[in-house]
């Protein structure tokens, strides 16, 4: 489970706790604002709150908003085996076939398989008998639109690992260059420009770069649209 | 020192208790949400929602932990609903001058990126298999705590958390993943 570790506990900053204790004690006092709030509030205010989180659930239902990992399933059920693997410019299909032609999933490789966006936000890929394995499961099909994006997110993501160097995984031992930060920052603000992702940030996380820590390693963040470089070693 | 039931019966009581359980929702929230400015203001709402709803707490061996866990993973499911109804409350909260994680700001970028790492594989677990393990594994609650924050039998508890490992297991083994080798 080395995967799932998770970071360990942390305080609230300095002062925050208390801070927080003292304003929840305050906006639980009964105040005549807050007893007259509820009556105020108008039916439209409703309607609109309702209309925008139909919106939202049209939105996250219809489109994947989560491209950076796919989840290839074993057999068309929520309750099937899943691999996690990352996208290829080939597309979510492709990569899932990938994971059977490798043997990883037990039975024969399915002839057809049928991509929906899970209710979480990532595409979800199942073996499919026809149409309508999305809706039997309650999912929406990935539209070719965003199948199409997919397929450029992974292309971007091929493109800067084949320049800055693919991070080491199960299956390589990843890659032996060693750009320095800024080195990195131009070959990835090069490649977001020129694929259509100018509107992504480039940031750094973890630890600071330094000479015990020199090279660039790369993490996409496509939720807030940044791509993180990382310090590490080779 | 006062009981947890005797500290929900009053305001000022519910200062306490988010005194005493504040850090172990926060932390919750965190894991959750991968974002800790994010956590903060779902701890409060946790406690605002607990507040609604303290006709209904289920105290157990003691102590109101596990129910506010179970309030917890309402609010982080419903999380942009729960934000826009206590907004009002948040946009009150008196801010302070000191700067946001001065003394640990690159552990806490750090913990993040880890955090999202996880979350991407987590999130496409169902739901209610995410909760059990975030309830079980990350927070370490009994199997009887996180029946008590989810409202379902034990025996559901340790089947969804029996399954959901076994899934992850699949996960880990096929799912050579940029993220775990770092």
Redesign the interface.
């Known amino acids: 489970m080395n995967e799932l570790t998770v970071p360990r506990d942390r305080d609230f900053p300095a002062g925050r706790l208390e801070r927080r204790a003292r304003h929840l004690v305050s906006e639980l006092r009964p105040s005549r604002r807050r007893r007259l709030w509820p009556t105020l509030v108008p039916a439209i205010a409703i309607l609109l709150v309702g209309a925008t989180a139909f919106t939202a659930y049209r939105l996250t239902r219809d489109e994947p908003t989560v491209l950076e990992s796919i989840g290839c399933y074993d057999r068309a059920s929520l309750d099937a085996n899943v691999a996690v693997v990352s996208p290829g410019a080939g597309g979510p299909v492709a990569a899932c076939r990938r994971v059977w032609n490798q043997g990883a999933m037990e039975g024969p490789e399915p002839r057809r398989f049928a991509a929906c966006v899970l209710s979480t936000g990532p595409i979800g890929v199942f073996p499919s008998t026809g149409s309508g394995t999305c809706a039997a499961l309650g999912l929406a099909d990935v539209s070719s639109r965003a199948l199409a994006e997919a397929r450029r997110f992974a292309a971007l993501r091929e493109a800067i690992f084949a320049k800055v160097g693919a991070p080491p995984s199960g299956l390589s031992r990843g890659s032996s260059l060693c750009l320095s930060e800024q080195s990195a920052r131009r070959i990835v603000r090069q490649e977001l420009d020129g694929r259509g992702y100018s509107d992504w940030t480039i940031t750094t996380g973890g630890e600071p770069f330094s000479p015990e820590r020199p090279c660039a390693d790369v993490s996409f963040d496509g939720q807030e649209k940044a791509v993180v470089l990382l310090s590490g070693t080779r | 020192m006062e009981t947890d039931r005797e500290l929900l019966r009053t305001?000022?009581g519910?200062?306490?208790l988010?005194?005493r359980h504040?850090?172990?929702i926060?932390?919750y929230c965190?894991?959750r949400t991968a974002d800790?400015a994010a956590a903060?203001d779902l701890?409060?709402i946790v406690?605002?929602e607990a507040?609604r709803k303290r006709e209904s707490v289920q105290i157990h061996d003691e102590t109101a932990l596990p129910w506010l866990y179970g309030v917890a993973t309402n609010v982080v499911r419903n999380r942009?609903?729960s934000m826009?109804r206590h907004r009002?409350?948040l946009e009150?909260?008196?801010r302070?001058h000191?700067p946001?994680?001065a003394?640990?700001a690159?552990e806490?970028?750090?913990?993040?990126?880890?955090?999202?790492?996880?979350l991407?594989?987590?999130?496409?677990?169902?739901?209610r298999d995410?909760d059990v393990?975030a309830l079980c594994?990350?927070s370490e609650l009994s199997y009887e705590e996180a029946a008590v924050a989810l409202g379902v039998p034990v025996g559901t508890v340790r089947s969804r958390l029996a399954?959901a490992?076994?899934?992850?297991r699949?996960?880990?083994?096929?799912?050579?993943?940029?993220?775990?080798?770092?």
């Open positions: 305001p000022d519910f200062g306490t988010f005194e504040g850090r172990a926060y932390n965190f894991r800790w903060e701890a409060s406690f605002l507040w942009a609903r826009r009002a409350a009150r909260l008196p302070g000191e946001d994680f003394n640990d690159a806490r970028l750090d913990d993040a990126r880890r955090m999202r790492n996880v991407e594989s987590f999130r496409l677990l169902p739901r995410q393990l594994i990350w399954r490992r076994s899934r992850l699949d996960e880990i083994d096929l799912a050579p993943k940029e993220a775990r080798a770092r």
